[in-house]
């Protein structure tokens, strides 16, 4: 099965093999390098310029997918404009309790009824375009659940105020819907309450999301997917930065996507995922950063299923993972369903609820590929169900595990452990 497990690093001489435990207890020192401080305060600088800014410039579509050979992960270097910033067609103010709507000189809506000022903008725009018009909204106020702005093809919208959403509803209801269209941009977005979604885009093509935030009590963050048509892809979708606490369900879930860019997303207390990729190929992610992630439940910080990153029959490396980071919640990483040709290059996770990384039914996976952690939480299995074929081609490497444990049950084929460091830790592999 040509099975390769590296020595511990702090004994030379031994080896794991065979089925064996082998615990040890190391003493280990924490500590915090200046370059990792200086890291994180400009993470944090940068999410919190993300809130404030976003482009005002229209955006390019991306006209073809990523390579299947990407380059390393990194994050994209885009200065962000102030929100409502730039030229715009047609715009919806709010200015005491009544919003209006107007194209240059001709108002298209007057009343209290957010949504309806948003539409009348956005339709206002040039019939049968073939290039980007921009709306404007300026203002904050209500949306009802059960009801939704439909963006059509080459429209951008850049929202500067809030939207809550009030009220529930059923189907694919969302504040900012699109389907079967192309060359859609949000540029930004901030969004309270309880919608079913907060983004629902469905059977689309160049899309581009930007700096979007929301604070919800219910629902799904982002959902973009094919399910309208499966025989055709969702194609070149872009999200800079996202950011979704209270959620019920993922942040952000894709289905059916090909070429997909992910700059950041930051997922506080959702109920299920933080980045849920499903069928979806030739995905580079820069950041996915989980807190609370799919407490209680299987769902995962980062998690790839239904044949994600599976490229016709094979599984080259197409899915590109820059680092994941959760705290408690569900599991760190979890990949399923036959899912994998995916490398990730940073992970740290710690105390997770559920297996810290689970690996099960999936094909050319690369974990840690620079460096990782696991503390606490539970284990990092690898394991397989008797409906698909078994795990093959993963490699866990350069890892520090401590109070944890590294299982692997059933034995995969090439299987490769290496450079794993554990502390006060078991690891049980073939």
Not at 330 to 347: H, K, L, P, T, Y
Request: hydrophobic share 35%.
């Amino acid at each position: 099965m040509g099975r390769r497990a590296a020595a511990h690093p702090t004994d030379p001489t031994s080896r794991v093999t065979g089925a064996t435990s082998t615990p040890v207890n190391e003493k280990v020192v924490a500590r915090t390098t200046p370059r990792v401080r200086r890291a994180r305060a400009l993470v944090t600088a940068a999410c919190t310029t993300a809130l404030l800014t976003g482009a005002a410039a229209l955006t390019a579509p991306a006209d073809t997918a990523p390579e299947l050979a990407a380059a390393p992960v990194a994050a994209p270097a885009r200065v962000a404009a102030a929100c409502g910033e730039g030229s715009y067609q047609a715009e919806a103010v709010l200015s005491g309790s009544t919003w209006t709507a107007r194209r240059g000189g001709s108002v298209t809506y007057t009343g209290t009824d957010m949504r309806a000022a948003i539409q009348a903008a956005v339709n206002s725009l040039t019939s049968g375009r073939t290039s980007k018009e921009r709306v404007v909204v300026r203002g904050s106020g209500s949306i009802g659940a059960g009801s939704r702005v439909s963006l059509p093809s080459y429209t951008v919208l850049d929202v500067c105020g809030t939207i809550n959403v009030t009220g529930t509803g059923s189907g694919d209801q969302a504040p900012v819907y699109s389907r079967g269209t192309r060359d859609i941009e949000v540029q930004h977005l901030n969004l309270t309450g309880t919608p079913l979604y907060g983004i629902f885009l469905r059977n689309v093509q160049n899309v581009v999301l930007g700096q979007l935030d929301m604070r919800l009590s219910r629902g799904l963050g982002v959902r973009i997917d094919n399910r309208g048509d499966t025989s055709q892809w969702t194609r070149n979708v872009r999200i800079d930065n996202v950011y979704v606490s209270g959620a019920s369900s993922h942040a952000v879930e894709t289905y059916g996507v090909d070429g997909l860019t992910v700059g950041t997303v930051t997922a506080r207390n959702v109920g299920e995922s933080g980045l849920l990729l499903n069928q979806t190929i030739n995905a580079t992610v820069t950041k996915v950063d989980a807190d609370g992630a799919g407490a209680g439940t299987g769902y995962a910080a980062f998690r790839m299923a239904n044949r994600n990153g599976r490229v016709g029959s094979s599984y080259p490396t197409n899915i590109r993972v820059g680092e994941v980071i959760a705290r408690g919640g569900g599991r760190g990483v979890f990949c399923v369903s036959e899912s994998g040709g995916a490398v990730i290059d940073r992970i740290n996770l710690t105390n997770t609820g559920n297996n810290a990384i689970l690996i099960e039914n999936c094909y050319n996976v690369n974990l840690a590929a620079q460096s990782g952690t696991v503390s606490g939480g539970g284990e990092i299995r690898l394991a397989a169900r008797s409906e698909f074929a078994n795990n093959r081609d993963i490699t866990v490497q350069n890892l520090t595990v401590t109070n944890s444990s590294i299982r692997e049950s059933p034995c995969g084929e090439n299987t490769t452990f290496r450079n794993n460091r554990l502390v006060n830790s078991v690891q049980t592999i073939c």
